[in-house]
């Protein structure tokens, strides 16, 4: 009878192996807010190009603790939006993308900033995929770069505003 207690002993010991390691995972729930300034000079009848990129980085806030232990992120929620703007309320984006480092999450064509700051417009990434490639970069390198690319057109005067990227994510700690 002692063996057969012994056997089933060992036996709930091998099979909650896995149950251990799942135990030990730490789920973190952190947010991520980064915003690029923009500052827009009058650009005449010809649009002008721009290349502007900022850095988000997974060490800082909740996490910064546990960078060295990340072993997956999920991202559950991400946003952008145009904030802070004066000037010329006519300027516009003729051709934009923004991109966390190459995986494009927004195109805007003809786009006016001004409407979009004035009506608080949030543009909310769903694209599963897209959110996949994007945590997998930040747990390759725990930083992604965000890139506003484009030409911008401002014909009667300057043009300043912020890009606001806000992003809620759960890491996985081992």
């Known amino acids: 009878m002692k063996k057969y207690i012994h ?3 060992l036996s709930l010991i091998v099979s909650s192996c896995g149950s251990l390691d799942e135990l030990l995972e730490l789920k973190v729930e952190n947010s991520l807010t980064e915003s690029i300034s923009v500052s827009v000079p009058q650009t005449g009848a010809t649009a ?3 290349d502007l990129s900022s850095t988000v ?3 800082t ?6 960078k060295d232990k990340i072993s997956a992120v999920q991202i559950n929620t991400l946003t952008y939006k145009f904030i802070d703007f004066t000037g010329n309320t006519a300027g516009t984006i003729p051709s934009g993308t923004l991109k966390f480092d190459d995986v ?12 979009a700051a004035a009506a608080g417009t949030i543009f909310e990434i769903t694209d599963v ?6 945590a997998s970069n ?16 401002s014909e009667a005067g300057n043009m300043d505003f912020k890009v606001e990227v806000f992003m809620n994510l759960t890491a996985t700690i081992n």
Do not use: P, R
């Not at 806030?61 to 546990?66: F, I, M, R, V």
């Open 48 to 50: 002008v190009a721009f």
């Open 129 to 134: 995929a897209k959110l996949n490639l994007i």
């Open 104 to 115: 494009v999450v927004g195109e805007m064509t003809g786009f006016n900033i001004s409407a």
């Open 61 to 66: 806030g909740d996490l910064a603790q546990y």
């Open 7 to 9: 056997l089933l002993f």
């Open 138 to 153: 930040f747990v390759n390198n725990s930083e992604v770069s965000v890139k506003l690319i484009g030409t911008v057109l």
């Open 57 to 59: 980085n997974l060490n």
